[in-house]
């Protein structure tokens, strides 16, 4: 009896528990509170692809072309320097126009360009106008085209060299033109002075008219004359005295004279001549005799 009891008791609980289930299951969930609703729900998995994000169309800005203007400016290129400008500087400097006009009809200015430009040196010796005023009349003018210049040449020494160290100099010091044996050329330096030697003129330098690394230019006050140019030639022998030709009289009387001599030339010869001689004056006297003698019968 007891465990029938006992059983209908366990059974009794079991229907409520289970009606008690199905009441809760069946009743309206509770709203979600305020702030769990602003909070968007995150229920993607992770086998679901992302929804593409659209903005609006305001916020949307056109994309502007990239500017030209670099953020970092390169530094600008080096731009080879033209070579030295020598006429240029003479001119500026002023009095060395005769020079000038030299220096462009011999276009001895285009090598010394060339030379600039491929970074040789040279030192000039750039005489003025007063330098060239001195030399005699038509002296420049006398001068063939190779003449002038090798005359220009002559002031151009092949390297740079400061006032400083001229005295390093052996001579006689090379230039341009064509050699040293026909065109030497002398430096020695005093303290400050450079004098410059041609063995046709003394000078000195009188000024620095230009001067970097690579290029100087002298102004000297006399005209360098080479020895191989303006050397003193020498003079001609004479002429030998025309000989006269002889006429025909003094020819035979040259040959009687030279005939005579010859005879003479032997004693035996010069004996016989004189006994001629004698044998004729004798003749003489005795017809002068006999004239007389006839002349004297008669007047009697």
């Known amino acids: 009896m007891m465990t029938q009891h006992h059983t209908i008791s366990l059974s009794f609980l079991l229907l409520l528990l289970c009606h008690f289930t199905t009441t809760s299951a069946q009743s309206p969930a509770q709203a979600p509170s305020q702030d769990l609703a602003q909070t968007p729900a995150k229920t993607p998995t992770k086998s679901a692809a992302p929804a593409p ?6 916020s949307i800005t056109p994309v502007q072309a990239p500017s030209e203007v670099p953020l970092v400016q390169a530094p600008p290129r080096k731009v080879k320097p033209e070579p030295t400008n020598v006429t240029k500087i003479l001119d500026k400097a002023g009095g060395f126009s005769v020079f000038i006009r030299i220096l462009r009809s011999t276009q001895v200015i285009n090598q010394i360009e060339n030379q600039l430009n491929v970074s040789n040196s040279l030192s000039i010796f750039a ?3 007063g330098a060239f005023s001195g030399l005699k009349a038509g002296t420049l003018n006398s001068l063939s085209t190779e003449q002038k210049v ?12 400061s006032l400083s160290n001229f005295q390093t100099l052996s001579n006689p010091v090379r230039t341009q033109a064509s050699n040293t044996d ?3 050329l002398n430096i020695t330096t005093q303290g400050n002075w450079v004098n410059i030697s041609t063995g046709l003129v003394n000078t000195s330098v009188s000024g620095t008219v230009y001067a970097d690394s690579q290029l100087a230019i002298y102004k000297v006050d006399a005209v360098l004359l080479p020895l191989g140019i303006f050397a003193p030639k020498p003079k001609a022998p004479a002429p030998a005295p025309a000989l006269a030709k002889p006429n025909k009289g003094s020819l035979e009387s040259s040959s009687s004279t030279s005939a005579e001599a010859s005879t003479l030339d032997s004693p035996a010869a010069a004996l016989n001549a004189s006994g001629a001689q004698s044998l004729t004056r004798t003749a ?6 006999f004239v007389l003698a006839v002349f004297s019968v008669g007047t009697v």
Do not use: K, W
């Open 127 to 129: 005489p003025t106008n």
């Open 150 to 161: 090798q005359l220009v040449q002559y002031h151009i020494l092949p390297s740079f060299v």
């Open 53 to 58: 994000i659209q903005l609006p169309a305001q």
């Open 284 to 289: 003489g006297m005795v017809g002068l005799a």
């Open 182 to 184: 026909e065109y030497p």
